[in-house]
Each structure stands twice: as C-alpha cells, then as structure tokens.
C-alpha cells in the first residue's frame, strides 16, 4: 500500500513540474508574439521573392495588406515568417496587373489564408494563370473592389492608401501594354509616404500632368517594373523625389533588370535591391520616423 502511495505522490508531483514547464513555455511563446507586433508603426516589406514583386503592408494595428505575390509559392515562407503562426487571415490582396511574375504566387495565398478583399483593376487578360487566379477568387466569393484613383482606404489606425492609377476604371477593357495598367498606391503615415508602382511604366508616368505629378511624392519609391530600362523616368523620378529607392528583381534574371541607364539615374539616391540585399523591410513610427533595413 505505502509503495502505491508513494508512485501516486511522484507522479503528482512530476505531472505539476511538466504543467508548470507547459505554463512558462506557453507564456514565453505568447509574450513573444505580443512583444513583436503589433508594436505601434507602419510596416512596408518588400520581399526578396527572385524575378516578380511581393510586398506586405501590415499597419501599427495589424491590417494586413499584400501586394501581389510574386512569381511562385516562395511567398508563403516570407509570410509565415513575418505572421503570427496562428494568423492565417489577410485583410486585402491588391493585384497591380495580371502578369506572372506577380501573381502566380498568389494562388498558393488565396489556398492557404482567408483574404478578405481584394483590390484590382479588372483588366481583361487571358492567360491561364490569370484565369485560374480569378476562378480562385470567384469560388471563394472574396470581395472584389475595383481600383482606380481618388480612392482612398484606411484601417481607422493612421495610415491611409491612396489610389493614384490608373486614372479611372479599367474594368473589362483590353490595354495594349498592361504594365500601364497597373495599381499605383500611396501609403501615408505621420508626414511620410511610400510608393508603389507596379509595373508602371515611363510612358505611362510621362503622361501624368504636371499638376497630378505632385501627388506622387513620397519618402520610398518602389521602383517600377524591377528597374527595366522603362521603368522610370527622369520626370517622374524628380517628381516622387524618394530618400529610399527599392529595386525588387531576380538575381541572374533573363531580362537584365535592373538598367545600366535607371541605375545611373538613382545614383544619387539611397538603392536597395532585392537581388542584393535579400527582404527590404521599412517602418515608420507614430513621430515619423521612416527606418530601412534589409535582410539576405
Ligand atoms: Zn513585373
């Protein structure tokens, strides 16, 4: 009987140590989580995704916002790594354009997180990658908003997402060059602004008024169409005036992105390069202060 009794006190008693050990471990793990984000700024991370574009917003109360994904399912390990692992949702994907290199990889997302909206020209491309997205897309009955400028979206939490192109609606038009047909987005918090350009082209921003030109002005420019010869133009460049130009491109790309000729006209202005410098990360905090870091 004292033998049994002994046991039964043991294993009491070990079973409190392991619950104990369970307790703390659980507690770190949360705290961790707690202490890393939401931590009070805005977060723009463009991703080292090779040849194509992938770039999270998350804002200081954790909306979630991805723009494009880039050419295949590399995305979903630059997510799990920037997300919580319990958070599998997405408060809005934006598809600049329909090509492959930016949103093959968002078919992998549409399967693996809920999206709750999504931000799009509707353009009329045929390509079955595109097809296959929007199928996608449809079958979940996801929302569906239709980008042009004027727009402006906010999470009620500071920053603010302003449309810029294209210029009105382009749904269920055919373009003849459909990098012109690309989302072009402000992001604005506390005086500072970061721009996206898709794949916008310089005859496209070459035809932007001088007057409109202004709005265009921003502390981070995301170089359009990853620094191709007509990615940018002198015009535009002093227009957006960047303190930061980020060039998301494939190492050893077929195209020879980045330009010689775009990258003589950046000279004097702070570059990142994904192909480079790996992930680009950004934050502005609630003063104003816009950090930049990168990491292979
Ligand atoms: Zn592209």
Do not use: C
Not at 9 to 30: E, P, Q, T
Not at 131 to 156: C, P
Request: aromatic share 8%.
């Amino acid at each position: 009987m004292n033998k049994i009794k002994l046991s039964t006190i043991r294993f009491k008693k070990s079973f409190w140590v392991y619950m104990g050990g369970a307790v703390v471990l659980i507690a770190g793990l949360i705290f961790s989580v707690i202490a890393d984000k939401p931590d009070g700024k805005l977060h723009v991370n463009f991703y080292d995704v090779g040849q194509g574009d992938a770039i999270l917003i998350e804002t200081p109360k954790n909306h979630q916002i991805l723009v494009d994904g880039g050419p295949d399912s590399k995305i979903l390990s630059k997510l799990s790594n920037d997300l919580p692992f319990y958070d599998k949702s997405l408060d809005m994907v934006v598809i600049t354009h329909p090509h492959a290199d930016h949103i093959d990889g968002l078919v992998d997302v549409f399967q693996r997180y809920q999206v709750n909206e999504v931000l799009m020209t509707g353009v009329t491309y045929n390509t079955p990658d595109y097809t296959e997205l929007f199928n996608i897309i449809k079958d979940k009955n996801i929302l569906i908003k239709t980008a042009f400028s004027g727009q402006e979206i906010s999470w009620g939490d500071g920053p603010k997402i302003k449309i810029l192109e294209p210029e009105k609606s382009l749904r269920a038009q055919r373009i003849g060059n459909i990098n012109n047909s690309s989302i072009v987005l402000k992001i604005e918090y506390e005086n500072k602004a970061e721009l996206l350009t898709g794949d916008f082209e310089s005859s496209a921003q070459n035809k932007i008024s001088y007057d409109y030109l202004t709005q265009f002005k921003a502390n981070v420019l995301k170089v359009a169409h990853h620094g191709s010869r007509n990615g940018l133009s002198e015009r535009f460049l002093k227009a957006v005036d960047p303190d930061y130009a980020i060039i998301s491109v494939g190492a050893h790309n077929p195209y020879g992105h980045p330009a010689k000729d775009i990258l003589d006209l950046l000279s004097k202005y702070t570059v990142f390069r994904t192909d480079i410098d790996g992930d680009v990360s950004t934050s502005i905090d609630n003063a104003g202060k816009l950090e930049v870091s990168s990491q292979k």
